[in-house]
């Protein structure tokens, strides 16, 4: 004896759940690629700022040495590259914490999504345990009635 098939009211909304989960995952895959280039992004900005130091640092020794002379204007010159390289850094330090700040965002959501889509899958097993109950019952209960008449045949 078969009841009815177990069907889960709330099944378009856990499909939504999983929907809205799948989509922070993709979020958040995509704030990690971004945070990643950032961090590429500084590093090549501090190689460069390391090399323009150095080469200030070369040629500003080289002129204390008395090898060559270094105009004034060379020496502003250099300084103002090297300031604007250490400028770009600092934006990209700012560009970094604030990837840091939107990977760690998508990353709550993420978990706050998969909590609301593991607490409908966990109501979904347990009314689905209870339709198996309930059918159990009903198919011992037919059972029962079945015995209970033989019995009442062979009595008489």
């Known amino acids: 004896m078969t009841g009815p098939s177990f069907r889960f009211r709330l099944e378009r909304v856990r499909a ?13 895959a995509k704030a990690i690629v971004e945070r990643s280039c950032s961090q590429d992004r500084l590093s090549t900005i501090e190689a460069h700022l390391e090399h323009a130091r150095s080469e200030q640092r ?17 020496l502003q010159a250099g300084q103002a590259f090297v300031e604007r390289i250490e400028a770009q850094r600092l934006a990209g330090v700012g560009e970094l914490a604030h990837h840091e700040h939107v990977v760690a965002d998508r990353d709550a959501d993420l978990g706050q999504a998969a909590r609301e889509r593991e607490m409908l899958e966990r109501l979904k097993e347990r ?5 198996l109950r309930a ?8 059972l029962d009635e079945i015995a209970i008449d033989r019995f009442r045949r062979s009595a008489a």
């Open 16 to 28: 939504l759940r999983e929907r809205r989960e799948d989509l922070a995952r993709q979020a958040l």
């Open 58 to 74: 070369l040629t500003t020794g080289g002129a204390t040495a008395g090898a060559a002379t270094v105009s004034a204007v060379e």
């Open 127 to 131: 009314h689905r345990a209870e339709h």
């Open 135 to 142: 059918a159990q019952r009903r198919e011992g209960n037919a």
